[in-house]
């Protein structure tokens, strides 16, 4: 089935560094990538659609300047969080439309990250 | 706004059936999708019902819709501890691939 992966898994990072997180469709090509975050024992709230080779788009409250998006090629998003601060500690998690039948699509395995 | 609701918790014994609910909000929504998801680790696509089915089986899932409710339901028969996790639900937001998650419902099955 296809896959999606992320990387790093876990990221621990000082207060005011810089974190990037890497999305990858693996056995297919996705012009579309959403990322999520959870928050411990919660649901997860979309923030974003990655869109290749133009602008992503931004969920209500989610700060772009906050939260960079780059989606460069058609297997690759990158969400950076800029001048990350304890409260940015989540777990992040993409997901790819397969664009195959029934609309599904295929979540990452999640980035936990934890800003000290 | 769009809005997915779950009960938070289930506790079954191992061999029973579980049933998980869920309702949603957005009626243009064409697919509900069942995932699942263990300690850690990030979500399995379970099952998913497209909005003009009443019931999908796949092994021991079953998943019954009503639309006119707006009330989505998952069965898992001969529930095992290899079932416990958190189960979310999820409606597609206007029909596109965007979706919006219920609150998940943690399912703990005893032996």
């Known amino acids: 089935g296809a896959v999606v992966s992320q990387h790093p898994s876990r990221v621990i990072c000082k207060s005011g560094t810089s974190v990037k997180i890497e999305c990858r469709s693996l056995d297919f090509q996705a012009t579309t990538m959403f990322w999520y975050r959870q928050f411990p024992k919660k649901s997860l709230m979309l923030m974003a659609t990655s869109n290749e080779g133009s602008k992503a788009t931004y969920e209500q409250g989610v700060e772009k300047d906050k939260f960079l998006i780059n989606h460069a090629s058609l297997t690759l998003s990158t969400l950076t969080v800029t001048s990350a601060h304890p409260e940015d500690s989540s777990f992040y998690i993409c997901?790819?439309?397969?664009?195959?039948?029934?609309?599904?699509?295929?979540f990452g395995p999640g980035t936990r990250l934890t800003v000290l | 706004g769009e809005d997915v609701e779950q009960s938070l918790f289930l506790s079954v014994r191992e061999g029973d059936s579980s049933v998980i609910n869920c309702t949603y909000t957005?009626?243009?929504?064409?697919?509900l999708y069942w995932y699942k998801q263990e300690p850690g680790a990030g979500l399995q696509l379970l099952t998913y019902i497209f909005s003009n089915m009443d019931m999908k089986q796949d092994q021991r899932l079953t998943v019954l819709l009503n639309k006119k409710d707006k009330h989505l339901s998952l069965r898992i028969a001969d529930t095992q501890t290899g079932d416990s996790a958190i189960y979310f639900c999820a409606e597609s937001i206007r029909s596109s691939y965007k979706l919006i998650f219920g609150s998940g419902t943690r399912l703990l099955v005893r032996p």
């Open positions: 997901s790819a439309p397969t664009g195959g039948g029934g609309d599904t699509q295929y």
């Open positions: 957005d009626s243009s929504s064409t697919y």
